[in-house]
């Protein structure tokens, strides 16, 4: 499969816990995002990295929130101290930058479920 | 700021009639305008893109300036296009998408 790939795709915790979610982009795709879906709504956006610089951040990714692509390659999101409020599904995205297109349609990994008890 | 308008939750209609999902956005830039889809236990996936001006399953919407929509239409609705649809915008200057609330369209046979 060459799509965008996320693990875990469900993951439990307990309230305080820190947790790390991984994505893998589609290979040479150099642009990646994450964002957060909850019930009945669309996505939204957290952060953006082109290849390993983090090049926006929401106002929703509060200081808990950390993201990394060290290499270029791969993400993670981490999760520090999590509240039943984090409690969403976690969206990793990614889109190629082609020379002469400009165009921003991104690709979706299957998503990492997140429940705090 | 950038925002996106669905104002339908749920659009249900009958096999063969057409359907409409409705799309407006804000935004003072030159937007681009997507509609990605949602099957049953998928992926979201890009389901067309203004720029394209392609027809994808049936399914076409015209980016209107003017009235700042992007509707989605298709003339003859099928049970397999049951599904979450998701209007986002993007645009020059910023490079994330900006989504609305999503329109769950229900096809009856």
């Known amino acids: 499969d060459t799509g965008v790939s996320q693990d875990p795709r469900h993951k439990i915790t307990k309230r305080g816990q820190n947790v790390t979610f991984r994505c893998d982009p589609i290979s040479e795709h150099n642009r990646l995002y994450w964002y957060r879906q909850t019930l009945g709504q669309g996505p939204e956006f957290l952060t953006y990295?082109?290849?390993?610089?983090?090049?926006?951040k929401s106002r929703l990714l509060s200081d808990r929130f950390s993201a990394e692509r060290p290499k270029g390659s791969f993400s993670t999101l981490e999760i520090q101290r999590t509240e039943q409020g984090d409690s969403a599904m976690y969206l990793c995205?990614?889109?190629?930058?082609?020379?002469?297109?400009?165009?921003?349609?991104?690709?979706f990994g299957p998503g990492t479920r997140l429940t705090v008890l | 700021a950038q925002r996106v308008t669905q104002p339908e939750k749920l659009l249900s209609v009958f096999k063969g009639a057409p359907v409409e999902l409705k799309c407006n956005y804000s935004y003072s830039g030159s937007p681009e305008l997507f509609w990605y889809v949602q099957y049953s236990r998928q992926r979201l996936q890009l389901l067309l893109r203004?720029?394209s001006r392609e027809s994808i399953k049936g399914f076409t919407a015209d980016l209107n300036k003017g009235e700042t929509s992007f509707h989605l239409k298709k003339p003859f609705a099928q049970e397999e296009d049951s599904a979450m649809y998701y209007c986002?915008?993007?645009?020059?200057?910023?490079?994330?998408?900006?989504f609305g609330t999503g329109t769950r369209l229900l096809v009856s046979p």
């Open positions: 990295f082109q290849n390993e610089a983090q090049l926006e």
């Open positions: 203004h720029i």
């Open positions: 986002a915008l993007s645009g020059t200057g910023f490079q994330k998408l900006v």
């Open positions: 995205a990614s889109s190629p930058r082609l020379a002469g297109v400009s165009s921003n349609e991104q690709f």
